[in-house]
């Protein structure tokens, strides 16, 4: 099936541009949904179809998606942004969804 | 946006059945998809299938084998049944709404545990 990959971990200071990225072979031609984790809470959707955000998730969260690589852009990290970051995609070849391991972000 | 509650045993022996209800306010099971979705400590997220259109289903293929997940309309409810679980299976499982495609609404999540 599908895999999705992601880093374990990204480290960036407050204010900061935090990017976090997806990878997956041939990635750019399927739509991309990005969730927040915070610990011990559920996922909250913060992206879905590659670019937009869902209302009330603010603007400072962006993403792309290209190739082989999507990224999750958050510009003017804030303490509370600290989280862990799951990409997913539809796999219709297995017809199931396919998480990436996930990444923690974290602010120092 | 719909809200949704997990219930059921947070303790389960090895070989028997996982038994979970998602109750749904807000929304009716009747639209959307209803997903399962676990959590192993430490781990990513895995799909374990979902329920959409009053009944139809769709596993993860990894699954299926040990895998329901049902519909009650008359209480606005779903389920997830998984049968001869093992340690492995413990996990924080969710139940989520959403697309055929994604999940933008999430229970809070329900930690069930495999021991004797």
């Known amino acids: 099936s599908y895999v999705l990959t992601q880093p374990p971990s990204v480290s960036v200071a407050p204010g900061q541009t935090a990017r976090v990225t997806c990878g997956g072979n041939n990635i750019g031609s399927r739509s991309v949904h990005w969730y927040q984790q915070k610990p011990g809470q559920a996922p909250v959707l913060v992206v879905y179809?590659?670019?937009n955000r869902p209302s009330g998730i603010p603007e400072r969260f962006s993403a792309s998606n290209s190739g082989n690589t999507a990224t999750l852009t958050i510009s003017g990290v804030e303490a509370g942004d600290e989280a862990d970051y799951h990409c997913?995609?539809?796999?219709?070849?297995?017809?199931?969804?396919?998480f990436g391991g996930g990444t923690k972000l974290t602010v120092l | 946006q719909v809200h949704l509650q997990e219930s059921g045993p947070g303790l389960v022996k090895p070989s028997e059945t996982l038994s979970l209800t998602c109750t749904v306010s807000g929304g009716s099971v009747s639209s959307y998809y209803w997903s399962w979705i676990r959590q192993s400590p430490g781990k990513g997220l895995e799909w374990i299938g979902y329920?959409?259109?009053?009944?139809?289903?769709n596993y993860n293929p990894s699954l299926e084998s040990r895998v329901t997940v049902s519909v009650d309309t008359s209480m606005n409810q779903f389920s997830l049944k998984m049968t001869s679980v093992t340690p492995a299976d413990t996990a924080v499982y969710y139940c989520?709404?959403?697309?055929?495609?994604?999940?933008?609404?999430w229970g809070q999540g329900t930690l069930v545990t495999v021991s004797s």
């Open positions: 329920t959409y259109h009053g009944g139809n289903t």
């Open positions: 997913q995609v539809w796999d219709s070849s297995s017809d199931q969804a396919v």
């Open positions: 179809d590659d670019t």
């Open positions: 989520a709404a959403g697309t055929s495609l994604l999940f933008d609404s």
